[in-house]
Each structure stands twice: as structure tokens, then as C-alpha cells.
């Protein structure tokens, strides 16, 4: 495994996984979405003085594991970058009736191909569930996922960039209006916490503190809650129901390792 010292500095960085990774809700200057992995380039890149930098970002929101393995591990079979993130398996523990030790052996045999083909691989846990309409009750699940990949990243030299203990998420500013994805300061602060896992110095601190704001009363709580369910929730249960997907017939939008 890489030595992750401040001077680590991968010349190649692919990103894999669902819409956590693909960026949604944080839109880019081109129009597309950015994200943690987008930023977290950026950072890599600023340690490449030379600028002999490529990223890729294979991700497609809604994907679900075994589409990932089928789909974007293979593209790191032939591109061979140097840093691979790999996030995957959180649409599958959402989904009714699905078994977390059972997706953490897939999710293992993945991490087996991509260590023989990337020389660091990070993993990120999933972020703590506690408190958030519907996802809470997916805590225990979504603990035991977690269980796993730490393991898991143990066993295999990966590095962990662990969101269940990232503490600024939980203030409801991380998190765009579904509740679902990040927000733009969300994902900056994942991308800060990925770049400290791989031994980076980063200026900003991703657990710094969020400017103050008026306490918001209960009836704007509930005001905002009926409205989130109405907006967000309903759509995404139903497409759930239907086994549809918010990618399908997308690609990635980053599928070649280029400068940034």
C-alpha cells in the first residue's frame, strides 16, 4: 500500500460508486454535478506541482453494487490509476429485505480486483443515520455495512474515510433540500475528511464549526417536513416500488482519466 504521508501524491486518481460520488446535489461550473470527488481531485491535484494530474469519476447515481462491479471496475482494470475511491453498496441496504454481511462479501470480492489494479483504494463508511426521518430507522443496518467495510478495508490495505463519526453532517446544512444527497458545503467537507484519511494537509477543518443561525421553530420543523415528503420522499419510495432507477440511461460523466 502507499505510503500516506503529507507528500502523498497520486499522479491518478478514478473515482467509483453511485450519486454520493457522482456529485449530486452539488452543481458544477460545466453544469454537471461536482462533489466530494471532484473537490477531493482538486486537492490531490494542488499536490502535483508539475501538474501531471488525471482524474476520472466512473459513478452514476442509483447504481446499485453489482451494476458497479459490472460497469466501472473493469474501466479500472484498464485505466490502472493510482488512487481509486470506491463507494458502493449503500442503494443495496437501502433497499427492503437486503442482507449487509451478504452485500459486504460482494462488496469484498470487488475490493480483491481493484487492489490488484490501483495502487491505494479508500472506502468511506456510511453516514450515521440517527435523527433523519425514515433513513433512522436503517441505523442498525447501516452500522453493520459499516462494520463490515472497516474489516474489510483492514484486510486489504484500503484506506477509510469514515462519514458514520464526521460529526458537520449532522447539521442539516450539509444535506440539499431531499435529504438524500449532500450539499455543496456537504460535500466540501467529505472531500476534506477523504483527503485527511490519505494524509493530506488540508487548510480547512471538515468538523469546523457552522456559523450560527436562528433556532428554527416546530411548526416550520413540521411545515418542512410535510413538504420534504411530498417533494422528495413519495418520488423516491415509488421508484423504489417500480425497481427504477434516477440513472437509469445516464453514463458516467468522467469516464477517461484526464487533466483537470
Not at 490488484?116 to 441505523?139: H, I, K, M, S
Not at 456537504?186 to 477543518?205: C, F, I, K, P
Not at 411530498?230 to 432507477?245: D, Q
Amino acid at each position: 500500500m502507499a505510503d500516506h504521508q503529507e507528500t502523498f501524491a497520486p499522479r491518478s486518481y478514478a473515482a467509483l460508486g453511485d450519486s454520493f460520488t457522482e456529485g449530486l446535489n452539488d452543481p458544477g461550473p460545466d453544469g454537471r454535478y461536482a462533489g466530494w470527488a471532484d473537490r477531493l481531485a482538486g486537492l490531490l491535484a494542488g499536490q502535483r506541482p508539475d501538474g501531471d494530474f488525471r482524474y476520472a469519476n466512473l459513478a452514476v447515481r442509483g447504481r446499485l453494487l453489482d451494476q458497479i462491479v459490472a460497469e466501472q471496475v473493469p474501466q479500472i482494470e484498464q485505466l490502472q490509476p493510482e488512487l481509486v475511491t470506491f463507494c458502493a453498496g449503500g442503494n443495496d441496504i437501502l433497499r427492503p429485505g437486503s442482507d449487509p454481511d451478504e452485500v459486504a462479501e460482494r462488496f469484498e470480492t470487488a475490493v480483491l480486483r481493484l487492489r490488484e489494479q490501483a495502487g491505494t483504494v479508500l472506502v468511506a463508511t456510511g453516514f450515521d443515520t440517527r435523527g433523519v426521518p425514515v433513513l433512522g430507522l436503517l441505523r442498525g443496518k447501516i452500522a453493520t455495512y459499516n462494520g463490515h467495510l472497516r474489516a474489510i478495508a483492514d484486510r486489504n490495505g484500503c484506506v477509510v474515510a469514515d462519514l458514520w463519526a464526521l460529526k458537520s453532517v449532522h447539521d442539516k446544512r450539509a444535506w440539499s433540500e431531499d435529504r438524500l444527497h449532500l450539499s455543496p458545503e456537504g460535500h466540501q467537507r467529505v472531500a476534506l475528511l477523504a483527503a485527511r484519511s490519505l494524509g493530506l494537509t488540508t487548510e480547512e477543518d471538515p468538523e469546523a464549526p457552522w456559523p450560527a443561525q436562528a433556532e428554527q421553530t416546530a411548526a416550520d420543523a413540521r411545515r418542512e417536513n410535510v413538504q420534504w415528503a411530498r417533494e422528495h420522499l413519495l418520488p423516491w419510495v415509488t421508484r423504489r416500488l417500480r425497481g427504477e432507477s434516477s440513472g437509469d440511461n445516464l453514463s458516467a460523466k468522467r469516464p477517461d482519466l484526464l487533466p483537470l
